[in-house]
């Protein structure tokens, strides 16, 4: 089944320190999709990136990166250098793109807080 | 701005009422999903509508129902309210039918059910 593990409740880090958020996913399909979603205090969620998995390049983005490793099935995103502004809950989810069923599994999320 | 918007923001309403949720989607977008996140639960899927068909079902109550109209926004309905849904309620489009695709939220509407 379709599961995806965000074991990180709440990372607390002070501001410039690099960050790691972890996530794990399990599925059984070779065609599948991965997200993440940012949820800052304001609460509506943000976009941030979407990788397939015949993809397994690393992404940067700015102060952002993230690290798919399919033999670990893990898509880790990291934090450079980390800002106040970063404070958010961080989603991490799955599709799979051969589910009839056609549902976005989503991770419990990872409330990161960066203090100044 | 993710140029989804959703109404109202807030609602408090008493258990036993019924309530309608709105959400117009980006501008080309033709999906229209809906999450309800409590504290307890976090981030639920509940029904997905695509060019006004239904589309995927997830975790929806019998007393929930939604709808996606013509000009592509959608409505959800909650009736028969209870404490328990007492939720922030999500709206998101995307321009395809699938789940592969990236979604844009709106802001959400925060229900209270007193």
């Known amino acids: 089944a379709q599961k995806v593990t965000q074991a990180q409740t709440e990372i607390s880090v002070v501001e410039k320190e690099d960050v790691t958020l972890d996530c794990v996913y399990e599925?059984?399909?070779?065609?599948?999709?991965l997200f993440w979603y940012k949820q800052p205090p304001s609460g509506e969620l943000v976009f941030l990136i979407r990788?397939?998995?015949?993809d397994e390049q690393n992404e940067i983005s700015g102060r952002y990166s993230w690290n798919f490793q399919k033999s670990t099935s893990s898509f880790n995103f990291t934090i450079t250098a980390s800002q106040v502004v970063d404070s958010a809950v961080y989603f991490c989810a799955l599709s799979e793109a051969g589910d009839s069923n056609y549902q976005l599994i989503w991770g419990a999320g990872t409330k990161l807080i960066i203090k100044p | 701005d993710s140029g989804v918007t959703q109404t109202p923001k807030h609602l408090i309403t008493a258990t036993g009422q019924r309530v309608t949720l709105r959400c117009s989607p980006r501008s080309g977008d033709l999906s229209v999903y809906w999450y309800q996140q409590s504290l307890d639960q976090g981030l639920q899927f509940l029904i997905q509508?695509?060019?006004?068909?239904?589309?995927a079902k997830g975790n929806i109550l019998e007393r929930f129902s939604a709808q996606q109209f013509p000009d592509l926004h959608s409505e959800l309905n909650l009736s028969s309210l209870e404490l328990g849904d007492s939720a922030l309620y999500f709206c998101a489009s995307s321009v395809g039918d699938g789940m592969t695709d990236e979604q844009y939220f709106g802001p959400g509407t925060r229900l209270t059910v007193t």
């Open positions: 990788r397939n998995s015949f």
């Open positions: 509508y695509y060019n006004g068909e239904e589309r």
């Open positions: 599925t059984r399909d070779t065609t599948y999709y």
